[in-house]
């Protein structure tokens, strides 16, 4: 009854979750025109889409990328074999778990219908996706500990879900642990199930379990004679072989048994499997219950952005799709910390500690701003120091796994906070500025340039021959004001307010092209960058 009643509630709070999470996808507001369009319009285009696609061939391509990049996980076979199988040992084991033991009374009964929770395969499996789970999350703490480089922050929603994971697998272990080698349990079977009637066919019956199952009896112990264990055999043949499998099946629990039969009485004595058995149900039933609302929720929001983003394209997306697109892919991200491991700019939190530098925390406070609440000032400047930071190279769209397109959230980003009044510090005027060149620079042992760097510089104009961004634009004199060699020139001349009113330091994709073939080695992305370091340390003090 227990858990009948838990199970259904823990559905009745996943389903009203889940309803309230997708609602989010067609209330939330990614960039400041998603304002003006209809709920029921956004419901409505996303129908029609999805009806659009399933009515055609496109339907097949679906089925493709569901079994290839959903099932297998392929996008993240390409990032490394480590990453995939853990990946893939925890997403599988958890949600096989989730189907075939958590949701058993209403999946897997109705599949199998002689199905015993004891009885093979379903013991051994059980074990088999517990045991995928425990080793996925070993080899992510794993990846997490010992890999170098620039890691997302961990955020209670990682520790709730690896303490949750944990939980359950351990708890449940445990419990077919101690229910392994508790007479009373033995006791409640016998009652309930045996067809023995005389003492000594009980004793029979009980001396093989002790002897085969692992079963402590504060009565019996072996070693037993071949004439008692047959005639137990042939009790156990008729009254329990149906649903209960040798426990060896069940190789981690078995395991764990082993250990725990010196002090089996004890735990028996204390109902152990009773607290055990409450503790993983409750823990079980929590997870399910929380999934909408926890870092779970992305094992259905990512394998349905993977299925949009495989038919999308930018120039049949009206604003209303767009728009839940883009919601779709802030409940999407996994929090892998691709994006901020392959970020050019993400060593600057060792010096700024501002989260929203990382790229995978941006994520979080753009889905605060797309949800309309209301941030206070601190918070909008952290943000906009965070956006701003970013050089709009591209490299966190390219590398995300799940295919988030990442650039065009920022620049939603930028025009959600420019409508509250937080724009782009850039092109200041002429003289509207004065920096200390000297003191606005970091301290000397952190600093990555010296002034002498750009001294050198005697204008041959190979970084601005040679820059993407100036070959992207016809007249780059009118769109930037100074080119890459003139800000190194007003540099040398001391005219720093002159290289700040540049829009080019803010357009700077940070590629080092430019420095890389500067044949005075002069460092000609460091000072672009450093030069908005600055710009935006005069904003802040401004504010």
Not at 21 to 32: A, L, V
Not at 91 to 119: C, K, N, R, V, W
Request: some cysteine; proline content about 4%.
């Amino acid at each position: 009854m227990f858990y009948s009643i838990s199970l259904y509630a823990s559905l009745a709070i996943f389903g009203i979750g889940l309803i309230y999470k997708i609602s989010t996808w067609f209330r939330y507001k990614p960039f400041p025109q998603a304002g003006s369009i209809p709920i029921s319009t956004r419901v409505f285009e996303a129908i029609k889409g999805i009806l659009s696609v399933l009515l055609t061939k496109k339907g097949l391509i679906l089925i493709k990328v569901f079994v290839l990049d959903v099932l297998f996980q392929r996008f993240l076979l390409k990032e490394g074999f480590l990453r995939w199988f853990s990946h893939t040992c925890i997403y599988g084991g958890f949600m096989l778990l989730l189907l075939m033991h958590a949701l058993d009374e209403l999946i897997t009964s109705a599949l199998f219908p002689g199905y015993y929770s004891t009885s093979n395969p379903f013991m051994f499996l059980r074990n088999l996706f517990g045991a995928m789970v425990i080793l996925g999350l070993i080899l992510s703490l794993y990846r997490r500990v010992f890999f170098k480089g620039s890691r997302p922050r961990t955020t209670f929603s990682d520790y709730y879900a690896i303490v949750i994971l944990a939980t359950i697998i351990i708890s449940g272990s445990l419990l077919e642990a101690t229910k392994m080698i508790s007479y009373s349990r033995y006791k409640e079977m016998v009652e309930e199930y045996s067809v023995a009637e005389e003492e000594k066919e009980f004793k029979s019956l009980e001396a093989f379990w002790v002897k085969e199952f692992g079963v402590v009896s504060p009565y019996l112990k072996g070693p037993f004679d071949k004439k008692t264990l047959k005639e137990g055999k042939e009790l156990h043949d008729m009254s329990c072989a149906r649903c209960h499998s040798h426990p060896h099946w069940a190789f981690m629990s078995y395991s764990i048994s082993k250990v725990l039969r010196p002090i089996a009485l004890f735990l028996d004595r204390i109902n152990m499997h009773t607290l055990l058995l409450y503790l993983h149900f409750i823990t079980c039933f929590l997870g399910l219950a929380l999934i909408p609302f926890s870092k779970f929720f992305h094992i259905f929001a990512t394998p349905i952005n993977i299925l949009v983003n495989t038919l999308r394209s930018q120039e049949e997306s009206n604003y209303a799709n767009l728009a839940t697109r883009q919601i779709i892919e802030l409940d999407a991200c996994t929090h892998c910390g691709n994006c901020t491991i392959w970020c050019p700019v993400s060593v600057a939190f060792e010096v700024i500690p501002n989260l929203d530098i990382l790229p995978s925390e941006r994520l979080i406070s753009l889905k605060k701003l797309s949800s309309g609440k209301k941030l206070s000032k601190k918070r909008l400047m952290l943000i906009q120091e965070g956006i701003y930071t970013c050089t709009d190279c591209h490299r966190c769209t390219e590398v995300c796994p799940i295919g988030i397109d990442l650039e065009a959230l920022w620049s939603n980003m930028r025009e959600s906070m420019a409508q509250l009044g937080y724009q782009r510090p850039e092109a200041f005027a002429r003289g509207a500025i004065k920096v200390d060149f000297t003191k606005s620079f970091m301290p000397a042992e952190k600093k990555l340039l010296q002034e002498s760097t750009f001294s050198v510089c005697f204008g041959c104009q190979s970084c601005t021959n040679v820059c993407p961004i100036v070959a992207n634009y016809k007249n780059p004199k009118k769109v930037f004001d100074l080119m890459p060699h003139e800000i190194m020139h007003a540099l040398a001349l001391g005219c720093i307010e002159v290289a700040l009113s540049s829009k080019m330091i803010w357009d700077c994709a940070t590629c080092y092209i430019c420095q890389e073939q500067c044949p005075q080695g002069v460092c000609i992305t460091d000072i672009l960058y450093e030069l908005r370091n600055i710009s935006l340390k005069y904003l802040k003090e401004k504010k």
